[in-house]
């Protein structure tokens, strides 16, 4: 995308959008252009990004987010104009090398990079398609929490238009996971278990299911669903035990409805896989507390 053309919001507007300055009439004109334009939407979350990394170059007492070479980008003390004219012009150029390689489920890389600034994740379980680590949210967020994000929610708006467009098993699986990052966990339930039933043996949508039904479960506390949840996680593993997300949601499935244990067993199997990422060890420090 050329920064002169008229399409789309200049720089300028788009900085001043990711940094909240914009309101009334200006901010809804973007977030009307954002919905509809995946371009200008993947901008302004790698400007938010490039923006908390500049700062936390800026403090070293801030943890750093991994970034190339940021004392070779030019116009790091321009201000959010400068990042996002930076963002829009290296876009179609080197996007890997500048923002890091994307995961394996190309249709939720928007989503993906639209939470990986926020402070938690979207579910105390592991989705799949390369989610980065955060801490697990709290367990009673309500459906259409009014606190997510402005970017989270357009990215997760993208997906559900997609959605209405495509009915494929993979825009109903992304679907579900954008219903989990806007709090909708009954829709996020209805959609992964359409995809599940469409390709049964696709071990991700099997995986992202059983991460919808435990987050129901831990909300409202129905049986029914750890049973569920741990019979997709058990699926996914079956189908794919290179995926390391399934071992992790079928340990947690496991503490939800057998013996201490047999989840005990179920987090070794886990850690056999993985044993040193952020993941393991937040799952290690959970069993030195329980």
């Known amino acids: ?40 939407r993947a901008a302004v979350m790698e400007t ?23 004392r070779r980008l030019i116009g790091i003390a321009a201000g959010l104009a400068a990042a996002a004219a930076l963002v ?37 379980g592991r989705l799949s398609g390369g989610f980065k680590y955060a801490p697990p949210p709290a367990p009673t967020r309500g459906t259409g929490d009014g606190n997510v994000a402005t970017h989270v929610r357009i990215a997760a708006a993208k997906l559900e238009e997609e959605a209405r467009v ?25 959609s992964l278990e359409s995809a599940v039933a469409l390709e049964p043996s696709d071990a991700q949508y099997q995986n992202d299911l059983a991460v919808a039904y435990m987050t129901r479960a831990r909300r409202r506390g129905a049986a029914s669903d750890w049973v569920n949840a741990l019979a997709a996680a058990e699926r ?21 409805v057998r013996s201490a244990d047999e989840a005990k067993q179920a987090w070794k199997d886990y850690f056999d896989r993985d044993s040193s990422s952020d993941w393991a060890r937040e799952r290690r420090e959970a069993g030195r507390r329980n």
């Open 166 to 190: 495509r009915s494929t098993p993979r825009a109903r699986a992304a679907l579900g996971v954008s219903d989990l990052a806007v709090g909708d966990v009954d829709g996020a339930v209805r």
């Open 48 to 70: 938010t990004e490039f923006l908390h990394s500049t700062l936390a170059m800026a403090d070293p007492a801030t943890k750093v987010v991994p970034f190339l070479r940021p």
């Open 88 to 124: 829009l012009a290296v876009r179609s150029a080197r996007p890997d090398r500048l923002f890091g390689p994307r995961g394996d489920r190309p249709e939720l890389q928007e989503l993906i990079a639209a939470v990986a600034n926020e402070p938690t994740r979207l579910a105390e």
């Open 1 to 40: 995308m050329a920064l002169n053309d008229t399409r789309h919001p200049d720089a300028e507007r788009l900085a001043e959008y990711a940094d909240d300055l914009l309101g009334g009439d200006l901010r809804a004109e973007v977030e009307q252009h954002l919905a509809d334009c995946a371009e200008c």
């Open 236 to 256: 996914a593993v079956a189908a794919n035990p290179a995926l390391v997300e399934a071992w992790f949601n079928r340990a947690l499935a496991i503490e939800g």
